[in-house]
């Protein structure tokens, strides 16, 4: 089962899964909504990622994902796009890591959530250094 606790103040609000505590709102160091639905986005594709690259026998290369996203002008402000850049540091076997993004993007809950209502893109980029 999945819970997470948020308490809301007057002077401060947070989010606390019973392992880690964070604030939310719209003030300089919090995060708002959909900056965790994107976070959320980022965390699951990683996930279902390296999930896949285990089973693939392949090597889980440090990497970072950026994710961006518009939400709609019209209410309900659904998110419009999103777009995940993906940097991958290291050497690895790019076609096959490719295959795997491809899979992970199908096989993401979150992606395949957010799908439903956003465009969605990603891009990958390989450093070499």
Not at 39 to 68: H, N, W, Y
Request: glycine share 4%; charged share 25%.
């Amino acid at each position: 089962m999945l819970q997470v606790k948020t308490s809301y103040t007057p002077n401060a609000s947070t989010l606390d899964n019973g392992r880690a505590i964070v604030k939310i709102g719209m003030n300089d160091g919090e995060f708002h909504a959909y900056e965790f639905l994107l976070g959320a986005l980022s965390a699951c594709f990683q996930a279902t990622l390296a999930d896949i690259l285990i089973k693939r026998k392949l090597e889980i290369p440090t990497m970072e994902i950026i994710v961006t996203g518009e939400k709609r002008k019209e209410t309900p402000t659904t998110l419009e796009w999103t777009k995940m850049d993906i940097t991958v540091f290291g050497k690895v076997d790019e076609q096959k890591f490719l295959r795997s993004v491809d899979l992970a993007a199908k096989y993401c809950s979150v992606h395949t959530t957010i799908s439903q209502v956003a465009s969605m893109t990603h891009e990958v980029k390989f450093s070499h250094s």
